[in-house]
């Protein structure tokens, strides 16, 4: 993609204006949180006081609107405690030049690390910097930077207690975590009624995975219908699409097809029925019709074999999560049983040595999060110093939209940076406006501020020019609160501004991290653990007493491998680069046969063997030879050499010479090797060279 077009596609992503669900009541909860600190410091404080104790409560707020399972008054307070410290640190460093910008440099190095542990992480440690920037221009003392950054603290404890005291929907983001899983099924169970290889995106039932995780003290208040469904759910899966599957399923045409697609139907009514119970706290509805279809019918089309037990298998399982998504809500509820036992989630103490870990792996050069904490550090320093230098005041405009226009990626990073000026500029202009209009006073432009906040924190979700656009008008009304200049305030704002930006943008021009270049080791990474889901299930079918746990931890490895090989070839498809790595012809090739290989593992997991079975021979004799191989075709793909699968295609066919081609352990492993025969197919050498000639 040329450079043109690369930036014609991030400026258009990034002013993109989307329609969400809002949530007004939890905006107006963090705006009073924010009216809360203002008011009582213009009543018993001064206005540079209000200023800085607005900033506690609007950042505390803003993290609590970030994807995070923590509880929100603890997302509160970890930052209010991490914004005082940035700030005193700030006030105390902010009397000699040299010192302070040594002091941004360190906290901005450290803040761009911190996207190794996370993206909320990233963001918080993001907005450490960006206040500390705008705190430190209001003069004080020693003592007076102690009292701003208690006040900022105070404005993360107003947050916290507004959270606990007015609950707004307790557990909302669980319930619609494990509500859009459940109807992500549903979805994928009608689509096979006309598609029996339809794909299936494991993002949901991946974030319900994440919304499950619990720390000991919250498993003793969830409600008891976010328990159980989650589970089944993830048991429904494969049987669904073992029974739509015309290879070890249902008959591809006739009554045991149309009788597939009536269970198809009705599995898609319970799991949208129990969606919408969990996502409303309701009990489960389901009409009369839909328990009809999900009977062993009397007369009339019958599955046989493999596709019989799928459909037996299928109806016990959607009674469990009707049963699992039923259950009355409590406060409480009993935690002895084994089905009640939960994922754990480190406390905020437990997180500090698996953040440390992250900060490690990524401390070197060739890391993306690493080169983005050098380039971050950079801009802001150069972005202080030339803002300082120009006579504009307000210098500290420019390294602040740069902190915050800046990403590990250059998708974001550009998206942000042009959203940023235009919803700055929409912003500013406006509450200019306002203020050269009205001349209001210190409470009115507070009340002002609150307002904005309320609107920011409502439209959260909308796009970041909207964002960009409150925030711009927000610090309008609050520098006028301290006495600020509104003309002033539109000109340097917009000027350094743009300034900013503009650092960033180059700066990532000038040393990118670009993607495109790692997509064979993302594909390579998603290889392996795919091919160690498959050796799971093969192990189980070889050895039916064997721990079946083995093949829940693979695939929940095959499915991050997956979402960070999706992510990454969205990333490099916005890319101003040449593929350098592989071309985009081989990249949907590869994509597919990798999706093909696990959906082959799924099919055999759906029918895995209970350990009263005999052991088969020919499934572990095939594994064997594709654990032999799997290493090497890892290899082959980073270094662009072309797999080679002839150990398990001989151990194949010597299987199907001894047991016959039917079974679903063969007709699975058959799926396997032609999906790993297409892979090396995609990935051969000279495919992208053929395909040129093909176009010519």
Wanted: hydrophobic letters at 50%; proline letters at 6%; one cysteine or more.
């Amino acid at each position: 993609m040329t450079w043109a077009s690369a930036l014609k596609k991030t400026a258009r992503a990034g002013l993109t204006i989307e329609r969400v669900t809002l949530e007004p009541l939890v905006a107006v909860r963090g705006a009073c949180g924010v009216a809360v600190v203002v008011g009582l410091m213009l009543a018993f404080g001064s206005p540079a006081l209000a200023v800085s104790s607005a900033f506690g409560a609007f950042a505390s707020g803003l993290a609590t609107f970030q994807r995070s399972w923590r509880p929100r008054p603890l997302l509160a307070l970890a930052v209010a405690g991490v914004l005082g410290l940035s700030t005193f640190l700030g006030y105390l460093a902010a009397a000699h030049h040299a010192t302070f910008v040594a002091l941004l440099a360190v906290w901005t190095l450290l803040s761009g690390m911190a996207w190794a542990v996370g993206p909320v992480t990233g963001f918080v440690a993001t907005q450490t910097v960006a206040v500390m920037l705008v705190t430190v221009t209001l003069p004080t003392s020693v003592a007076g930077a102690a009292e701003h950054a208690a006040l900022i603290l105070v404005g993360g404890l107003v947050q916290a207690a507004l959270i606990v005291l007015f609950p707004i929907r307790p557990w909302g983001r669980q319930r619609d975590a494990l509500a859009d899983a459940l109807a992500a099924e549903a979805d994928y169970a009608r689509r096979l009624r006309h598609d029996p290889v339809a794909r299936f995106d494991p993002q949901p039932l991946m974030d319900a995975r994440s919304a499950a995780e619990l720390t000991p003290r919250q498993a003793r208040g969830r409600p008891p219908q976010l328990g159980g469904p989650r589970g089944v759910a993830e048991r429904i899966r494969p049987v669904l699409a073992s029974l739509a599957d015309p290879l070890v399923g249902a008959p591809p045409e006739g009554p045991g097809r149309d009788r597939a697609r009536e269970l198809l139907g009705a599995a898609a009514d319970v799991l949208d029925a129990v969606a919408r119970a969990i996502r409303r706290g309701r009990a489960v509805r389901l009409t009369p019709e839909t328990m009809a279809t999900l009977e062993v019918p009397e007369s009339g089309p019958r599955l046989d074999g493999a596709a019989r037990r799928s459909a037996l298998r299928l109806m016990a399982l959607l009674a469990d999560v009707v049963e699992a998504g039923d259950e009355p809500l409590r406060a409480t509820r009993p935690t002895t049983a084994p089905e009640r036992r939960h994922l754990l989630r480190p406390t905020m103490a437990g997180l500090v040595p698996v953040g440390w870990r992250a900060l490690r792996r990524e401390a070197r050069w060739s890391s993306p999060v690493g080169r983005h904490a050098v380039r971050v550090t950079t801009v802001a320093c150069g972005g202080y110093l030339l803002g300082t230098a120009l006579p504009l005041g307000h210098g500290y405009w420019a390294p602040m939209t740069s902190v915050m226009v800046m990403r590990p990626d250059f998708a974001q990073t550009y998206e942000r940076g042009v959203a940023r000026f235009v919803g700055t500029f929409v912003g500013v202009w406006a509450g200019a406006g306002i203020m050269a209009l009205t001349h209001p006073g210190p409470e009115v432009c507070a009340a002002l501020a609150v307002v904005s906040v309320g609107l920011l924190y409502l439209l959260m979700r909308t796009g970041y020019t909207v964002v960009s656009a409150c925030i711009g008008a927000y610090i309008v009304f609050l520098l006028g609160i301290a006495g600020e200049g509104w003309s002033q305030t539109v000109q340097a704002r917009l000027a350094l501004t743009l300034l900013g930006g503009v650092l960033a943008l180059a700066a990532y021009a000038l040393w990118p991290s670009w993607e495109t270049p790692r997509l064979r080791d993302r594909l390579a990474d998603w290889l392996r653990t795919n091919g160690d889901y498959a050796l799971a299930v093969l192990d189980a079918h070889a050895r039916p007493d064997s721990r079946k746990r083995r093949v829940r931890e693979a695939l929940l490895d095959a499915r991050a491998a997956r979402l960070e090989w999706e992510e990454a070839a969205a990333r490099a498809l916005k890319e101003p680069v040449r593929h350098r790595g592989i071309s985009r012809t081989a990249e949907r090739a590869a994509e597919s046969a990798l999706a093909t290989l696990g959906r082959a593992a799924m099919l055999m997991e759906a029918h895995l063997p209970g350990p009263d079975a005999e052991p088969d021979a020919g499934a572990g004799e095939f594994a064997a030879a594709l654990r032999a191989a799997l290493p090497d075709a890892v290899a082959a793909v980073r270094e662009r050499r072309r797999p080679d699968w002839s150990a398990p295609r001989a151990a194949l066919a010597a299987w199907v010479a001894r047991a016959g081609d039917e079974g679903v352990a063969v007709r699975g492993s058959e799926l396997m090797l032609e999906a790993l025969d297409e892979l090396a197919e995609a990935l051969a050498p000279g495919r992208q060279g053929r395909n040129r000639a093909a176009r010519r």
